[in-house]
């Protein structure tokens, strides 16, 4: 990744392109340009938003357990995500 702050369960907000305004999890690393980002809503697990990093905003702000599941391979599912941004204060 080209920005070493952004982390794998870290909430972004997107600030470019149609979903602008909306919150995200970060799920992965795409390459060093692009993350993949995922919300449980609008973009799902199975079907990841390739975001480059410069159309993103941090929030200070990691799921350790979303991080913790995707470190460890567990399956991650859409409700889970939709639950822990509604958790973290990040609902849309």
């Known amino acids: 990744m080209e920005d070493p702050n952004v982390k794998v369960g870290q909430i972004v907000k997107s600030i470019q392109g149609r979903d602008k305004g909306r919150n995200f999890v ?3 690393e795409f390459d060093q340009e692009h993350i993949l980002i995922a919300d449980g809503k609008l973009r799902k697990v199975s079907k990841p938003k390739k975001k480059k990093l410069k159309h993103v905003a941090k929030y200070n702000v ?5 991080r913790e599941s995707i470190i460890s391979g567990r399956r991650l599912s859409n409700a889970f995500i939709k639950k ?5 204060g990040m609902k849309q």
């Not at 990691?62 to 979303?66: K, R, T, Y």
């Not at 822990?84 to 973290?88: C, H, N, P, Q, S």
């Open 84 to 88: 822990e941004l509604e958790r973290l």
């Open 26 to 28: 970060v799920i992965g």
């Open 62 to 66: 990691v799921s350790e357990e979303i």
